[in-house]
């Protein structure tokens, strides 16, 4: 199709490209902690992911090339603070609420850089959060939630780096990542 970057990079879904979505990725033990929780709780048919924290759920695939440039650059600074300050109850699951002013100015940057391509979910202001059930009865949704709260404090949280990934309806495929040097 006309108007489509990088030619090899812009991958097909049944002969349309694959929406690109765009997460800030955990630090190893945060990843492993968080990821363990999606497993333990998630319907396991319906984890298809790893945990995650999402920026921006579909940008077009043209954007593929400068989305990679602007994540390296974000990424060549330091490292954004984080911290988990709550357990989300989401109606029909559970997260925790990561509250990060740089990551969001990160965001906020890059959904300036996009705004004629953005999706109605992605201009809406963004709770960043780690989901780590979801699609199941608003009572089991609740019930986790309140077992999560009885020892929940909150905590530092380490944004590792920012990433692209293809979206085909399944499991996501990486497209870029961008690691912070801080």
Request: no cysteine; aromatic share 6%.
């Amino acid at each position: 199709g006309a108007g489509l970057a990088g030619g090899q990079s812009t991958r097909m879904t049944d002969g349309v490209p694959a929406p690109i979505i765009v997460t800030a990725l955990m630090g190893a033990a945060d990843f492993a902690w968080a990821d363990g929780l999606r497993r333990a709780h998630f319907p396991p048919e319906r984890n298809w992911l790893g945990a995650h924290i999402t920026l921006f759920h579909h940008l077009p695939p043209s954007a593929l090339e400068e989305v990679a440039g602007r994540l390296k650059r974000l990424g060549a600074g330091p490292r954004p603070a984080a911290r988990l300050t709550d357990v989300m109850l989401l109606g029909r699951g559970v997260a925790y609420h990561v509250e990060s002013p740089e990551l969001l100015a990160m965001r906020a940057e890059l959904a300036d850089a996009f705004a004629g391509m953005l999706t109605p979910q992605d201009q809406a202001k963004p709770r960043l959060h780690i989901t780590i059930q979801n699609k199941v009865t608003p009572d089991a949704a609740k019930a986790l939630a309140d077992k999560l709260r009885a020892d929940f404090r909150p905590r530092p949280l380490v944004i590792a780096g920012l990433a692209a990934w293809h979206y085909r309806g399944g499991p996501w495929e990486m497209a870029m990542k961008a690691m912070f040097r801080g």
